[in-house]
């Protein structure tokens, strides 16, 4: 057997979706894609109470292309503010399609001022301040990972 039909029985193996690898959707990987064009970033993921709680506190740095994308149990208004952050963030906020909502750029560092998202946001991705500007992203820009549910993403798997 040759290794790719071998990695592929792996995958299968330990219940992986075919098309989900296929597709190269990941866990660590985020994809945004609007009129703009696209980008991705390698990112943590924020999917338990605990983890969102600290998202990117006392982070001192963070390459370009990474990010942290919290993922709530279903749709809900969100606030952020940063609290012990050490970096300036663009906070991007997606409903439960993964298109986005809203983008606050340029978070400031320790600010305890709240940052409300929306009333029905079900993903947030923080990336470095600055980068969603750069990119061009704008509301109605929509993502791909694998925790958006696949019959209803806007981009999907």
């Not at 057997?1 to 995958?11: S, T």
């Not at 919290?70 to 439960?96: C, G, H, K, S």
Request: charged share 15%; aromatic share 8%.
């Amino acid at each position: 057997m040759g290794w790719g039909r071998l990695v592929l029985a792996a995958l299968v193996a330990i219940g992986v979706p075919v098309a989900t690898w296929a597709a190269g959707c990941r866990a660590d990987t985020v994809f945004l894609k609007g009129d703009w064009g696209q980008a991705r970033f390698s990112i943590e993921l924020a999917d338990e109470a605990s983890e969102r709680a600290r998202g990117l506190m006392f982070v001192p740095s963070m390459p370009r292309s990474a990010g942290m994308l919290f993922v709530y149990p279903r749709p809900q208004a969100v606030a952020f503010w940063m609290r012990n952050t050490l970096i300036p963030l663009d906070m991007i906020f997606m409903d439960e399609t993964g298109t986005v909502q809203r983008i606050h750029s340029n978070a400031v560092p320790g600010d305890e001022t709240p940052i409300p998202g929306g009333s029905a946001i079900r993903f947030v991705l923080e990336v470095n301040g600055g980068v969603a500007d750069q990119l061009g992203l704008t509301p109605g820009s929509v993502m791909r990972h694998p925790s958006v549910a696949q019959n209803i993403a806007a981009w999907g798997c």
